[in-house]
């Protein structure tokens, strides 16, 4: 039975989506002018399933109409495959895909992905709304304008926090490590986000945060190695970064490597059903060839953005700092359907220069199915170093900067006290950089600059034991210290005081400034590990 059903629904499906059946064609799957094969829709199988759906619609008592028929065959078609990547978009859907991926759309400034059944922030873009107010990614959207959010599609949350410029969306979100979801106000406007942002952090250090790899992501690097050619050390800081566009990841790859050198490779289906190998190398001169660069991951950083990351990797152009990948090396292709729909599925994986695979299985509601335990051995690259597989980058410091009781015992204590903790952060901070920018003088202000903000949040209702713990107050005026230089215009001021309490960004940094070519940096990262325990 569940056999016969399974067949009949993926035949619904496919008719569903139109694609070609005898004597039929469709539009360009993918490259124009291509055909899809033809489903035979003449056999037992399909021809039980149209007199079944014929059935339903004439004598169900539910009365469905057709269409929603229709609809929920192809949902049940796509829970099959258990493909978390799978999916299918309406016009307005795919709109709203192609804007996130340009970098221009209207609302709040975060890409949201479900991840274990949850609508999750995966990432949170420079200079928007979503920033300003301090949403971060990992961030589970649980309450949109008084609707609980816990059990929303992705088409339910884009469709309540998008609206018009100017207007005010209250969102709350439940974080890791805090008790009661964290309320924001947050003003939507017009988001165009700049992909790339570069700064030096300190002489001969250059810092270049990539937001995702959206279009017109390698000219903005290609335009910002330029501008900081004489960098001694370079970090590169893909935490956060969803991905995006793989000819664009594969470009500036293709920049950082040597002609020659393999950037990545891909097994894909064809439309015979044949599994091909493409494999892509490098073209043009490498810049800044002898130039150390430091690669800063997380586990939110995925798909193109892993490509760049296993392809410095593997060539032994590049350490990776940080935490272990999403593994997203899914290959996920679009195709054209009938009424202005798209679907995407995944036709492919991708694998770094070596072979390891990026792609780590995960169920269909996002979360991560157990690993295999015999997985393949490690890689070893050109300079003798050894890369763990098992899908995703594993970074070659593994780093992470965990939540201390004190901080969260703070954050808690605003939510059940109702106390709008970081409204009031964002709002004291941008008045010290009213301030420090009319009086020309910018610089990291010291902890009795926040004194009147520990006194507000006293007198708005938190405890004052929990304030001024030492800990907790250190993390207030740290929040505060880096919105006030945010809002200031002091990136490189931030960034050191980030690395306080950033332990990868920490690390980028001792790296970069006592290294001075690749072969220096790979001695250095193996000194660490011989002294320091994983994931300290």
């Not at 169900?60 to 829970?79: F, K, M, Q, T, Y």
């Not at 992905?113 to 609508?119: A, I, P």
């Not at 679907?343 to 994986?349: E, F, N, P, Q």
């Not at 001792?510 to 002294?531: G, I, M």
């Amino acid at each position: 039975m569940l056999r016969f059903l399974r067949s009949t629904l993926l035949l619904a499906a496919l008719a569903a989506l139109a694609i070609p059946v005898a004597g039929q064609s469709a539009g360009s799957p993918g490259q124009r002018g291509s055909r899809l094969p033809s489903v035979d829709i003449e056999s037992a199988e399909a021809q039980v399933f149209l007199q079944a759906l014929s059935t339903i619609s004439h004598f169900h008592s539910s009365a469905l109409a057709d269409s929603v028929l229709w609809d929920r065959a192809l949902e049940g078609l796509l829970e099959q495959l258990d493909d978390p990547y799978a999916t299918v978009y309406t016009p307005a859907e795919y709109d709203r895909f192609r804007e996130t991926n340009t970098g221009d759309y209207a609302g709040i400034g975060v890409q949201i992905t479900m991840m274990d059944s949850r609508v999750t922030v995966t990432a949170v873009f420079r200079d928007t709304p979503a920033e300003g107010v301090g949403m971060l990614v990992g961030d589970r959207i649980v309450w949109v304008e008084g609707n609980d959010a816990r059990d929303w599609t992705l088409d339910q949350a884009r469709d309540s926090i998008r609206g018009e410029p100017g207007s005010v969306v209250r969102i709350r979100v439940a974080r890791d490590g805090f008790s009661e979801p964290i309320p924001f106000s947050i003003v939507r406007d017009n988001v165009h986000v700049e992909a790339v942002a570069a700064t030096w952090v300190e002489d001969g250090i250059a810092y270049f945060g990539i937001d995702r790899i959206a279009r017109g992501v390698s000219e903005e690097l290609r335009q910002a190695l330029e501008e900081y050619e004489g960098a001694e050390a370079l970090i590169v800081d893909l935490r956060g970064n969803p991905g995006g566009y793989l000819d664009e990841s594969l470009q500036i790859a293709d920049m950082l490597l040597a002609p020659g050198e393999k950037l990545a490779s891909v097994d894909s289906r064809g439309v015979a059903g044949a599994v091909s190998n493409q494999e892509w190398t490098a073209r043009s001169p490498a810049r800044i060839a002898e130039t150390p660069i430091v690669i800063l991951v997380d586990a939110y950083t995925a798909s193109a953005a892993e490509i760049i990351s296993g392809a410095l990797q593997d060539n032994d152009r590049a350490v990776v700092v940080g935490r272990r990948t999403f593994g997203k090396g899914a290959v996920q292709t679009h195709y054209p359907l009938p009424a202005g729909r798209q679907i995407s599925i995944t036709t492919g994986s991708w694998y770094t220069p070596l072979g390891r695979s990026l792609n780590r299985a995960r169920h269909r509601d996002g979360s991560l199915k157990p690993e295999d335990a015999s997985l393949p051995d490690p890689v070893v690259t050109a300079a003798g170093r050894e890369l763990p597989t098992g899908g995703g980058i594993i970074p070659d410091l593994e780093v992470e900067t965990r939540v201390l009781e004190q901080e969260r015992r703070l954050v808690n204590n605003a939510n059940e006290a109702q106390v709008p903790f970081g409204t009031l952060i964002r709002d004291h901070a941008f008045d010290l950089a009213k301030r420090a920018l009319a009086a020309g003088e910018i610089e990291v202000l010291p902890s009795t600059a926040f004194d009147g903000l520990a006194a507000e949040l006293v007198e708005a209702g938190m405890d004052p034991e929990i304030v001024e713990d030492p800990v907790a107050r250190a993390y207030l005026d740290r929040q505060t210290q880096l919105h006030y230089l945010y809002r200031a215009n002091a990136p490189a001021l931030r960034l050191l005081v980030q690395a306080e309490r950033d332990e990868a960004l920490a690390e980028a940094l001792r790296l970069a400034r006592s290294a001075r070519t690749p072969a220096e940096l790979f001695t250095l990262v193996d000194e660490t590990r011989e002294t320091a325990p994983p994931g300290r």
